[in-house]
């Protein structure tokens, strides 16, 4: 589907809905590592909805900005400050805490993906696809969108993405140690990943985000 806003307006719808996707997310983990015992992110002012609590100048505001201008609009990442969390006052096993706090920013974004997608899949039918309304379209989209790529994403098992908690519940020990030591250079991984081999991520989305965007909105991209 094709969308009526193109150039800086689409940048700029992007952006706008990466916010309060990625900011979600953080909350996230800072409330499910609260119910577990770790008052951490609460403490120091983590569990609120205000994006200047979250925003990381790189992260939240330079990186999302320079990939849509890089890809054209047409994909975009972005991280919010992360939540700090203290698996040390989980109540009962902390590794099964981790695993918990580690998977409840990814589900979130599905929460939200499926929440706004199937109002989507009920509404598209009678929303303008063209003209000032159709803008309204492209909103449910974008965040749709957004949301199941920063979820699988995320979901991507190298530290310190979420999907690397995850993992680390299922790894012996002895294995657990040397995993834990690729978090340092996680994020060098993941940007020479992004950088040198593009079309790992593109082909990556292509088989996890975009096919349940379908499922979901009953829409094609």
Do not use: C
């Not at 909350?27 to 577990?36: D, E, K, M, R």
């Not at 965040?143 to 995320?154: K, R």
């Not at 790992?200 to 499922?215: K, M, Q, R």
């Amino acid at each position: 589907m094709t969308s009526i806003l193109s150039g800086l307006p689409r940048l700029a719808l992007t952006f706008l809905l990466i916010l309060p996707a990625i900011i979600l997310h953080e909350v996230a983990h800072g409330y499910v590592a609260y119910l577990l015992g770790d008052p951490t992110a609460k403490m120091r002012g983590r569990l609120t909805l205000n994006p200047i609590s979250h925003i990381d100048p790189f992260g939240t505001l330079l990186l999302p900005v320079l990939l849509l201008v890089v890809s054209g609009g047409r994909a975009a990442f972005g991280y919010a400050k992360p939540v700090p969390i203290n698996p040390n006052l989980f109540r009962g096993d902390k590794r099964w805490g981790m695993l918990l706090t580690g998977a409840a920013g990814p589900a979130t974004n599905l929460a939200l993906a499926v929440f706004v997608g199937l109002i989507l899949r009920f509404t598209a039918s009678s929303i303008p696809t063209s003209g000032p309304g159709s803008i309204a379209l492209d909103v449910l989209v974008t965040f749709t969108l957004i949301n199941l790529v920063l979820m699988f994403f995320n979901l991507i098992p190298l530290p310190p993405l979420d999907g690397s908690r995850v993992v680390q519940y299922f790894l012996p020990q002895r294995a657990l140690r040397i995993y834990d030591q690729m978090e340092r250079y996680g994020f060098i991984v993941l940007f020479g990943v992004l950088y040198f081999l593009p079309g790992v991520l593109s082909g990556y989305l292509n088989v996890t985000a975009y096919p349940l965007f379908s499922v979901i909105t009953g829409l094609r991209i």
